[in-house]
């Protein structure tokens, strides 16, 4: 059964730090593209960031660079989504998503049609 369950939301504090892990079954990880979005209430779903099928490639919304890393561990077929320097605005519901993508690259660019997406996980940022 293919499945993306997203796990490590939670509060954080202004400034604090949080990792969110992606665990995919059901499909070959190592074909796919994984990417994170993020959808605040009242607002349109954003793009965060996104790896590559090998991890050698990834991309970060400007909102986000330099305080998130993402990372792959295809061995467990997992992506991690690690959250420092955490703000307010990043207050949201987080998804992860998978595409198949047969290069070396990535995109969370809207028009990027993702296959396959989790339920989502809350990360409140908040004193």
């Known amino acids: 059964q293919l499945q993306l369950v997203e796990s490590g939301g939670g509060l954080a504090h202004p400034g604090g730090s949080l990792r969110l892990s992606c665990a995919a079954t059901g499909f070959t990880f190592d074909h796919y593209a994984i990417g994170w979005f993020r959808q605040a209430p009242g607002k349109e779903r954003e793009g965060v960031s996104c790896?590559?099928?090998?991890?050698?490639?990834?991309n970060y919304a400007n909102s986000v660079k330099g305080r998130f890393t993402i990372s792959r561990d295809n061995a467990k077929n997992t992506v991690y989504l690690q959250m420092n320097s955490l703000k307010p605005e990043d207050t949201a519901v987080y998804y992860c998503a998978a595409v198949l993508w047969g290069g070396l690259a990535c995109s969370v660019a809207a028009g990027i049609e993702y296959d396959y997406w989790g339920q989502g996980t809350q990360v409140t940022v908040s004193s």
């Open positions: 790896i590559s099928r090998s991890g050698g490639t990834t």
